[in-house]
């Protein structure tokens, strides 16, 4: 299974990211995989046709990276199982590159953690900014957990009522959008 977050992109709309934390250390099949979960994520319950799926690394060339980022990148451009676009690095999280962000999860739990910071630092700092204001968690509710046989999220365990009420909504869009099964599908 992989836990995943909703990004923000800077012009509007959303990206995937993950895992980010359910899988501190990952193997290349396992990232390919989460590549196939974040992709049918974003086309079943965001409705995103062919999302492109993005490997993070420390630069755009294929040669880059840690031993884990070399050995996936030529599964990933080899998959026919989803849009792979190619190595991404963390100034491109925010950007209209990709729709899915696939990382390990102790790279993603970093990522993720920085992000929440964003918007508190920017009301502590009682500046009022749209974009930012998009990392409050609660909007999204929680963090799905993709791979596993329910639909599953997980929230903050300081998430007000707000958060509460997405992470709902969220589930109900996995419940209803079928989810699981396509997932199911997919790795049969």
């Known amino acids: 299974p ?22 501190a ?39 880059k990276g840690n031993i884990l980022s070399q050995a996936t990148y030529p599964l990933m451009k080899a998959t026919s199982l989803f849009n792979f676009v190619g190595n991404v690095e963390g100034r491109d999280l925010f950007s209209e590159s990709a729709d899915v962000y696939v990382c390990d999860g102790f790279t993603g739990n970093v990522i993720l953690k920085l992000a929440e910071s964003f918007y508190v630092i ?42 509460i009420k997405n992470m709902v909504l969220l589930s109900k869009n996995m419940v209803e959008s079928n989810l699981v099964d396509k997932i199911k599908q997919a790795f049969q």
Request: with cysteine; charged share 20%.
């Open 25 to 63: 250390d990952c193997k290349p099949d396992v990232l390919v995989q989460f590549g196939v979960l974040g992709s049918l994520f974003a086309q079943t319950v965001y409705d995103i046709a062919n999302p492109r799926v993005a490997l993070i690394n420390i630069g755009e060339e294929e040669e």
């Open 122 to 163: 920017t009301r502590k700092k009682q500046l009022k900014d749209e974009f930012f204001d998009r990392f409050n968690y609660e909007q999204y509710g929680g963090s799905p957990i993709l791979g596993v046989n329910a639909p599953v999220v997980v929230g903050h365990g300081i998430s007000s009522p707000e958060a």
């Open 2 to 23: 992989a836990m995943t977050t909703i990004v923000p992109k800077l012009k509007g709309g959303l990206g995937i990211l993950l895992d980010v934390g359910a899988n």
